[in-house]
Structure formats: structure tokens, C-alpha cells
């Protein structure tokens, strides 16, 4: 079973800060199979980032996701006040389907 | 618009059964693999199921296997998640959400049904 390893678990930045949210797998993946998810209280989760790197419809430019292997990151170019929420990272494999990281919270600074 | 509804959550008490129901509209749900996902109060992402377009490829967390049976009704529009013999630990907000139809993610999600397990 992949383990997905989410740091740090809460970031403090201030708007128009760049956020650098990591995302460590147990064992190397492809990327293809790497998402990243934004929610925010009270919500549903929201699919930001698919492939590792590709923007979901609609998602601001801001928004970017690299990596491969065993490393990924999600990055927030300018944050927006609407951009502190927690972000997951996750993972399709096989047993289980679908695995989530634990969440990095990105607050208010 | 593309919409994913669920219902059926509620109080039940321990080793009693539940089901959820998720109702789709807006786009060609009989196209599209679903999943069901949970979050516990205060806690992060689980997935619980998974059902391809035909039904004919179903998945479970090792949660939930053999308590848990995931169906859909193409004709209804509707995905369903039968839950029994339900334990505290069920307790949890309950996602529906779409499979990326051509990738892997999920791209559409349901607002959540609230289940409590509680004596």
C-alpha cells in the first residue's frame, strides 16, 4: 500500500506569499496517477491538480503541480485570501483504489 | 450544471444499516466510474468504494468490505451505498464523487451526507 506523507501540516503565510505544499509517496509512483484536492470548511473537497501537473477546469494559473517518483508539490504562486484552506495530495492505485494524504492546512499568517 | 446529490444520511445506532443515495444530473452518468469517500469529524479523506460505469468493476477499502455493497441504477441516474452492520468508526461525512472520466481523480463531488453511528 502507498503511503502518502503531506508537509508540513500547517503553513502559515500572509496573501501574495508563494505556498510550497509537499507531498511524499512510500514508494516511487507515476505521476499520472498523482491529484491534489483544495477544501475548505464546511465543503466538499475540490480537484486542483490531476497528473501531477495538469489544472482542473477552471483552476486560477496560480495554481501549479510538479514532481515525480516519490516527491510532489503543489504550488501557490500569489496567494489569494480565498486559497487558505487544507489540500490533499492523492493517489490511484490498487489496493486501496484511492489513497489521501493527510491534508496540509494553509492558514492565515 | 453537473450535480451530484446526496441522501440518506442520519442517526443510527451501532450494527444497524443505512443507505446512501447520490443523484446525478447534468452530465452522462452512465459514462463515468463513481466513487464513494468519507470524512470523519475533524479528520482528513477516506476512500470507501468504487463502481465502474457498467458495474462490473467494484472496489471496497478494507474498512468497510463486507459490510458495505456499492451499486447504481443508470436508468435512475443514481449511485448508492448500502452500509450495515455500522460501527462508531462509520461515522463520517459521505462524498459521492465522479471519476475523471480518461484520468484518475476525481472531478465532481456531491455536498455530503452526514451518518452518525451512536447508541
Redesign the interface.
Known amino acids: 500500500e502507498i503511503v502518502l506523507t503531506q508537509s508540513p501540516g500547517t503553513l502559515s503565510l500572509s496573501p501574495g506569499e508563494r505556498a510550497t505544499l509537499s507531498c511524499r509517496a512510500s514508494q516511487s509512483v507515476s505521476s499520472?496517477?498523482l491529484?491534489w484536492?483544495q477544501?475548505k470548511p464546511g465543503?466538499?473537497?475540490?480537484?486542483l491538480i490531476?497528473?501531477a501537473s495538469?489544472r482542473?477546469?477552471g483552476i486560477p494559473d496560480r495554481f501549479s503541480g510538479s514532481g515525480s517518483g516519490t516527491d510532489f508539490t503543489l504550488t501557490i504562486s500569489r496567494l489569494e485570501p480565498e486559497d487558505f484552506a487544507v489540500y490533499?495530495c492523492?493517489h490511484?492505485g490498487s489496493s486501496?483504489?484511492?489513497?489521501?494524504?493527510?491534508?496540509t492546512k494553509l492558514e492565515i499568517k | 450544471e453537473v450535480q451530484l446529490v446526496e441522501s440518506g444520511g442520519g442517526l443510527v445506532q451501532p450494527g444497524g444499516s443505512l443507505r446512501l443515495s447520490c443523484a446525478a444530473s447534468g452530465f452522462t452518468f452512465s459514462r463515468d466510474s463513481m466513487n464513494w469517500v468519507r470524512q470523519a469529524p475533524g479528520k482528513g479523506l477516506e476512500w470507501v468504494s468504487y463502481i465502474s460505469s457498467s458495474s462490473n468493476i467494484i472496489y471496497y477499502a478494507d474498512s468497510v468490505k463486507g459490510r458495505f455493497t456499492i451499486s447504481r441504477d443508470n436508468v435512475k441516474n443514481s449511485l448508492y451505498l448500502q452500509m450495515n452492520s455500522l460501527r462508531d468508526e462509520d461515522t463520517a461525512v459521505y462524498y459521492c464523487a465522479r471519476d475523471k472520466y480518461g484520468d484518475y481523480g476525481m472531478d465532481v463531488w456531491g455536498q455530503g451526507t452526514t451518518v452518525t453511528v451512536s447508541s
Open positions: 499520472s496517477y491529484a484536492y477544501q465543503q466538499a473537497p475540490r480537484l490531476y497528473g495538469s482542473a477546469t490533499y492523492q490511484y486501496p483504489l484511492y489513497t489521501f494524504g493527510r491534508g
